[in-house]
Every structure is written in C-alpha cells, then in structure tokens.
C-alpha cells in the first residue's frame, strides 16, 4: 500500500485566482494545492513564452566564435554525444546544423561498452583520423583526464553539458554547462538538447525563431527523455516542440511515430504529450543505446529517405521489444529468488544479484521494483570477475549517500539522490549486500515510505467536462510539474466491468448520488467482483472519453483502498512485520499483539479460497479493524509453513491449496516462537 498524502488548497484563494482569469475552478484549486497563491505566479508558470538569451550562458559566446571560425576555416570538427536519447538528440542537432552551414564535421557517439563521455582510446582515434575541434554535446564536465590528453595531441576541446561539475573544471577553450557556479543564466535544469540548442541559437547571433524551427522537435524529446524539471525554459521548449512533433517533416521521426502506433489509419499524426514522447519515442530511441548502436537513432533522425527511415524505424522497434523481453527476462529471475528466499522482501533496501543480465536494462527493472515493492532498489549483473549495477530511491534515502558509505567496497560509483550507477568486483557483491543493510538500518530507523500525491478530495460536482478539459492548461505533465492526481472519497462500487476480457476492469461508482466509470487497466475483474457493494477510496487522474460526439469523465484509478482503513496505523504494523521477519529487536508488547489468536487465524482462512488473491485485497476483506496487516502477514506464513495455502511472494498472492488432512496449528515454528516471546517474558 501506498502512502496517500492529500492536499486541502484554500478555496478562497483558488476563487480568486479563478475569477481573475480564465482558469477553470478545479485548475485553480490544483494550482493553490501547489503553492502557487496569486495570479502572478499563476501565469509565471502557465505561460511559458520566451527563451532568455542564450549568452547569460557562461562561456556561450566564446562557444558560438571558435565553432563558427572552426567551421569557416574548413577545420575538422567532431561532435562527440552520448548514447542515451538525449545525448543522441543533441548529436544530431548540432551535426545537422554544422552540415548545413557547409562546416567539415564528423560526430561519434561512444557505444554503451564504452561506458559514458570521452574516453582515452576514442580520442586517440579521432586525432588519428584529423580531427582539429571536438565539441561535446551531454557530456564532458566530468573529462579531467581526458581534456589533457586532447589538449597533448594537438587538438581543440569545446565542452556544452548540463550536468553537475565537480570541483575542477576541465581545460577546454569553452565551457558551456549552466550548472558552473560563476554561470549567470537564471535557468539551469537545461538538458543536453536544451543547451545545444542555445548553442545554435548563440551561433545565428542570438535568434531563436530558425532555430526552434529546425530543432525544436528534437530538443522537446531530448528534455522529456532525460526527465529534467518541466518548468520555466524547459516548459518552452517542450511545449513547443510538441507541436513541431505533430507537424514534423523529419522522415525518420514521422517512421518511428507510425511504428509507435502514433498515426492515425488517414496517415496524420494524433495528439503528442509529453507522455506520448516519454513512452513511446524515447524508449525505441534509447533502445538502440541498450541493444544495438546508438549511430541507428542517428541514422534514423537524419534520414531523409521514407523508405530508408521505414526500415531503420522497424529496426529500432525491434531492438525495443528486445529489451522489453531484456527486462522481463531479468524481472522473472528476480521473482524466482522472491519466491526461493521471501525474507528479501523483508530488507530494508532491496538488492537482486543475477549472471549475465544485460546491464542496459537493469536500471529500467531497478525503478519497476521499486515502484511495485516502494522500497530503495539495487540490482546487480555480474560478469565473470566483474558486477556492474544500478540502483534507484525516493524519498530521503540517498543512493549516493549509500554508495559513498561502501566506496571501499566499490571500484567506481556515481550518481546523485533518487539514482546512482557502480561497479565491483563479483566476490564483493554479498559483502556489498551486507553493507547496504547496514547503512540503511544507521541513516534511517525508520525507512520512508512511497508517497502517492492528490491535489485534493473531489466532490462529485467537480467531475465535470469542463473542469477536466482546464486541466490542459497544466500541460505539458513531468518532472515538477506532475500529472494531477485526486482522491475520491467513499464512493459504492456499484457494478465491476470486464474489459478486453476480463484482463482490464471498469468499475461504476455510486459517488454521493452521482454514477461515473473508473478504469483499472492490468486488474483481473474476477478478483475485484466481490468490492461489489463495499465502500472504498481512490486516487485517480481525470480524462475525457468521447464516443459518438459525447463527452464524459473517466477515472483512471492509480490506487484504491476500504474507506476507512488507517494508514498510519497500517504502516506502523506493516514495519513491525518486516523487523520482525528480520529478527529486530521489538517493544516486548508488540509479540503479544501481533500473535493471532485462533479465531484470528479461522477468519483469515475463511477469507481465502482456490483463487488468488492480493494481500493487500485480503486484508480488506477481511477484518482490518482488528487484524492488521502485520498479523494478517504472519496468519499467511503460518498457513504456508503448514501447507494450507500456496503463498506467491513476488506477487503478494495466496490461495488455498486442496489439503488431504486436518492441520494442527500448534505445530506451527512461527507460533510457538512467537508466544514463546512473550510467554518467557511473562514468566519471568
């Protein structure tokens, strides 16, 4: 279960705010649940019309000279990306421009093998083929090393970034990274698309208009794919890009759109959101980085044959349905070792270790876990002698906090707060394992808890077309300008839908006298037909169906509980379990409380039946007054222990299994461990 925080916004400010302008009363309300208390600030986030120069960019103009001289000297130069859709995008943006102006220009991007950025025996041979100027694009800051050596064999170094700095900055002829602490520009949440395209813009002398023009469709999928804040420079640049997407004349963009399914059956292009772009363009993009080379995206965005661009686009889908099965192939593998040792769920950080699992992916898998699991995620590839990783957070857990407290156990690490990359040596991984417990039992007593944010409760008047179509104004949705979310409060399941089968369930709701549907895709009806009638609570996001000329509201269900049930106590007792299963010490009280009595344990029992069911569905059913989640866990184990249910802990799903004699629950380890624990104690 998620933790649900859910905003109050003051109506009166949200009233104002709507009165004074267009904005409808729901978008209002958002808004103020948001922060943003005035009109002033109202607009400052919604209208985001301009660029600010692209010379406030430390060493920008010096920049924009040296490759323009570069190029009217005829200079070989090299644009050297990286291989992730943003370094890709940044790559071709540049290249196509520096080939438009007649310059001599070559670009390389390094396989993933290679690992990130410049590298000692790429440079070497791009001196080797007469490269005079190396400009960077998505990378470089981080190029001490590499920045000397360049330097040595006779060539000229021009770095554009936009990550962070470290204390020494690398000896180029130009430094372009707003993130450097003597930059001026007022924006520094660019991504690498989003600074070439300043560069460009610097190099017409400071005019955006050709420039967007060109280049806004790739900067906009550049700047969602690397997931960096949507506001402010980067809410215009996507923004616009949006609308260059739909209308774009880039034949390798218009295949890979059809190939997306993004085409309708008359060849035009539907509606591109920036969710569009996150999970349908950038993942056949990246694709090519994880499981072929990142020169076929290139390739494919510079086509200008539709033929050609049809057949690239259909070999990047293919690389991308590779690294789904990648990714389900390893997800699998983890569930088994779920499955085989369960008490890896009971860790406070969790860490999956596997041979041979492709390491492009297993970043992708780590976000996944954590998201199913809400817990802080490291998952780990070996390599004969090698093990790379990745790991993922949220919360105040710092994965580089984390890594930087095992760096003698690490021969390389990086990364920042929410996600961090790491490599060690094979014969340190459970060494490594025991360590990341370690550090995590020391930093947090308590571990933090995935979060699920609502703007706030809806009334049933405020489901309306209107209010719903207001939101778009809000648009485009990502990082720190998310996608709305709203709770609806004890609304009667009134009927359960199948959809596609049964593989996807729509559930009328009785919502304070009003009726609306709320769709729950990859839910199997049959397991939510016995809500029927009970009263429950929902986050949801809003959308518009129209059929036949008329619009309704739809729910999107993002999670669902019983009304009344007591979150705080939940986790409370959903903590004391796992400390418990990992042989914590407890308050003494807490073994008493937490040993189900027969009755207990009858109950839950009776609950089950021959078909799975979820946990966390079971709890509900049950008695989550006084049974809670902890020694409802605990009923569970014990029925498997003795054999009565077939427990899938990977999924958090049991059901009874067919017994051929009656069980006695006195012989369950659990139990007379358990009472043994407070039993002695009350002895004594």
Same mark, same amino acid.
């Given at each position: 279960?998620?933790?649900?925080?859910?905003?109050?916004?003051?109506?009166?400010?949200?009233?104002?705010?709507?009165?004074?302008?267009?904005?409808?009363?729901?978008?209002?309300?958002?808004?103020?649940?948001?922060?943003?208390?005035?009109?002033?600030?109202?607009?400052?986030?919604?209208?985001?019309?301009?660029?600010?120069?692209?010379?406030?960019?430390?060493?920008?103009?010096?920049?924009?000279?040296?490759?323009?001289?570069?190029?009217?000297?005829?200079?070989?130069?090299?644009?050297?990306?990286?291989?992730?859709?943003?370094?890709?995008?940044?790559?071709?943006?540049?290249?196509?421009?520096?080939?438009?102006?007649?310059?001599?220009?070559?670009?390389?991007?390094?396989?993933?093998?290679?690992?990130?950025?410049?590298?000692?025996?790429?440079?070497?041979?791009?001196?080797?083929?007469?490269?005079?100027?190396?400009?960077?694009?998505?990378?470089?800051?981080?190029?001490?090393?590499?920045?000397?050596?360049?330097?040595?064999?006779?060539?000229?170094?021009?770095?554009?970034?936009?990550?962070?700095?470290?204390?020494?900055?690398?000896?180029?002829?130009?430094?372009?990274?707003?993130?450097?602490?003597?930059?001026?520009?007022?924006?520094?949440?660019?991504?690498?698309?989003?600074?070439?395209?300043?560069?460009?813009?610097?190099?017409?002398?400071?005019?955006y208009d050709s420039v967007l023009e060109q280049f806004g469709d790739l900067a906009a999928i550049g700047t969602i794919a690397d997931i960096v804040s949507l506001t402010g420079e980067n809410r215009f640049i996507v923004e616009n890009g949006l609308l260059m997407i739909r209308n774009t004349e880039r034949c390798g963009l218009i295949e890979l759109m059809r190939i997306a399914g993004l085409m309708n059956e008359n060849g035009e292009c539907r509606p591109v959101s920036s969710e569009?772009?996150?999970?349908?363009?950038?993942?056949?993009?990246?694709?090519?980085?994880?499981?072929?080379?990142?020169?076929?995206?290139?390739?494919?965005?510079?086509?200008? !044959?539709?033929?050609?661009?049809?057949?690239?686009?259909?070999?990047?889908?293919?690389? =991308?349905?590779?690294?789904?099965?990648?990714?389900?192939?390893?997800?699998?593998?983890?569930?088994?070792?779920? =499955?085989?040792?369960?008490?890896?769920?009971?860790?406070?950080?969790?860490?999956?270790?596997?041979?041979?699992?492709?390491?492009?992916?297993?970043?992708?898998?780590?976000?996944?876990?954590?998201?199913?699991?809400?817990?802080?995620?490291?998952?780990?590839?070996?390599?004969?002698?090698?093990?790379?990783?990745?790991?993922?957070?949220?919360?105040?857990?710092?994965?580089?906090?984390?890594?930087?407290?095992?760096?003698?156990?690490?021969?390389?690490?990086?990364?920042?707060?929410?996600?961090?990359?790491?490599?060690?040596?094979?014969?340190?991984?459970?060494?490594?394992?025991?360590?990341?417990?370690?550090?995590?039992?020391?930093?947090?007593?308590?571990?933090?808890?995935?979060?699920?944010?609502?703007?706030?409760?809806?009334?049933?008047?405020?489901?309306?077309?209107?209010?719903?179509?207001?939101?778009?104004?809000?648009?485009?949705?990502?990082?720190?300008?998310?996608?709305?979310?709203?709770?609806?409060?004890?609304?009667?399941? !009134?009927?359960?839908?199948?959809?596609?089968?049964?593989?996807?369930?729509?559930?009328?709701?009785?919502?304070?006298?009003?009726?609306?549907?709320?769709?729950?895709?990859?839910?199997?009806?049959?397991?939510?037909?016995?809500?029927?009638?009970?009263?429950?609570?929902?986050?949801?996001?809003?959308?518009? =169906?129209?059929?036949?000329?008329?619009?309704?509201?739809?729910?999107?269900?993002?999670?669902?509980?019983?009304?009344?049930?007591?979150?705080?106590?939940?986790?409370?007792?959903?903590?004391?379990?796992?400390?418990?299963k990992r042989s914590e010490p407890l308050p003494e009280a807490y073994y008493r409380r937490m040993t189900p009595e027969r009755n207990e344990l009858i109950k839950v029992y009776t609950a089950l039946s021959d078909k799975d069911i979820m946990t966390e569905q079971l709890y509900m059913k049950s008695d989550p007054a006084n049974i809670n989640i902890c020694k409802l866990r605990i009923c569970l184990d014990v029925f498997s222990e003795l054999g009565l249910i077939k427990m899938d802990?990977?999924?958090?799903?049991?059901?009874?299994?067919?017994?051929?004699?009656?069980?006695?629950?006195?012989?369950?380890?659990?139990?007379?461990?358990?009472?043994?624990k407070w039993k002695t104690k009350a002895a004594q």
């Amino acid at each position: 279960m998620k933790k649900w925080i859910i905003g109050d916004p003051d109506t009166k400010i949200s009233g104002k705010i709507s009165s004074g302008s267009d904005l409808t009363p729901l978008c209002a309300e958002v808004l103020v649940s948001r922060g943003i208390t005035d009109l002033k600030a109202a607009a400052e986030l919604i209208r985001a019309d301009s660029l600010e120069s692209p010379f406030q960019i430390k060493d920008m103009e010096k920049a924009a000279e040296i490759i323009n001289a570069a190029a009217e000297e005829g200079k070989r130069i090299c644009i050297y990306g990286d291989y992730d859709c943003d370094g890709i995008t940044s790559t071709v943006m540049l290249y196509s421009y520096l080939e438009c102006i007649g310059a001599d220009v070559t670009y390389y991007i390094p396989e993933r093998s290679e690992g990130y950025g410049l590298n000692e025996n790429s440079v070497r041979k791009l001196a080797e083929q007469g490269t005079e100027l190396i400009v960077t694009v998505d990378n470089g800051i981080s190029a001490i090393e590499e920045a000397k050596l360049i330097k040595e064999l006779g060539m000229d170094l021009v770095i554009t970034d936009h990550h962070q700095p470290g204390d020494e900055i690398p000896d180029a002829l130009a430094v372009v990274d707003p993130h450097q602490k003597d930059c001026p520009s007022s924006f520094k949440y660019l991504c690498g698309a989003g600074v070439v395209l300043k560069l460009i813009a610097a190099m017409e002398g400071g005019d955006y208009d050709s420039v967007l023009e060109q280049f806004g469709d790739l900067a906009a999928i550049g700047t969602i794919a690397d997931i960096v804040s949507l506001t402010g420079e980067n809410r215009f640049i996507v923004e616009n890009g949006l609308l260059m997407i739909r209308n774009t004349e880039r034949c390798g963009l218009i295949e890979l759109m059809r190939i997306a399914g993004l085409m309708n059956e008359n060849g035009e292009c539907r509606p591109v959101s920036s969710e569009t772009v996150a999970f349908a363009i950038a993942p056949r993009l990246n694709a090519s980085g994880r499981f072929g080379s990142p020169v076929q995206a290139f390739e494919l965005l510079m086509c200008d !044959d539709p033929d050609e661009a049809a057949v690239m686009a259909e070999k990047l889908n293919a690389l =991308n349905e590779e690294r789904k099965q990648a990714e389900d192939r390893i997800t699998s593998s983890i569930f088994e070792q779920i =499955n085989e040792n369960p008490e890896l769920l009971s860790q406070r950080v969790l860490v999956f270790c596997g041979e041979n699992w492709h390491h492009g992916v297993i970043g992708i898998v780590a976000s996944k876990l954590l998201e199913k699991y809400g817990k802080p995620c490291f998952v780990i590839t070996t390599e004969g002698d090698t093990a790379r990783g990745s790991a993922r957070a949220f919360g105040d857990f710092s994965v580089f906090e984390c890594l930087t407290s095992c760096e003698d156990v690490l021969t390389k690490f990086g990364g920042h707060k929410g996600a961090g990359g790491f490599s060690l040596k094979s014969s340190d991984t459970e060494v490594f394992r025991a360590r990341l417990q370690e550090y995590s039992a020391s930093a947090h007593e308590v571990m933090p808890v995935y979060v699920l944010k609502a703007e706030k409760v809806l009334k049933p008047a405020d489901i309306n077309v209107n209010n719903v179509a207001g939101l778009r104004i809000l648009e485009p949705f990502g990082q720190d300008n998310e996608k709305p979310y709203f709770a609806v409060a004890g609304a009667v399941i !009134d009927d359960v839908i199948p959809l596609s089968g049964g593989a996807h369930t729509k559930l009328k709701l009785n919502y304070g006298g009003s009726f609306f549907y709320a769709l729950m895709f990859r839910t199997n009806t049959e397991e939510m037909k016995s809500l029927k009638g009970q009263k429950y609570d929902f986050i949801v996001s809003l959308g518009i =169906n129209s059929f036949r000329g008329n619009e309704t509201v739809d729910l999107q269900v993002a999670d669902m509980r019983k009304s009344g049930i007591n979150q705080n106590q939940f986790f409370a007792a959903e903590d004391a379990y796992e400390k418990f299963k990992r042989s914590e010490p407890l308050p003494e009280a807490y073994y008493r409380r937490m040993t189900p009595e027969r009755n207990e344990l009858i109950k839950v029992y009776t609950a089950l039946s021959d078909k799975d069911i979820m946990t966390e569905q079971l709890y509900m059913k049950s008695d989550p007054a006084n049974i809670n989640i902890c020694k409802l866990r605990i009923c569970l184990d014990v029925f498997s222990e003795l054999g009565l249910i077939k427990m899938d802990y990977a999924a958090d799903r049991s059901h009874r299994l067919v017994v051929d004699k009656k069980s006695n629950l006195e012989d369950s380890e659990i139990l007379r461990g358990l009472r043994s624990k407070w039993k002695t104690k009350a002895a004594q």
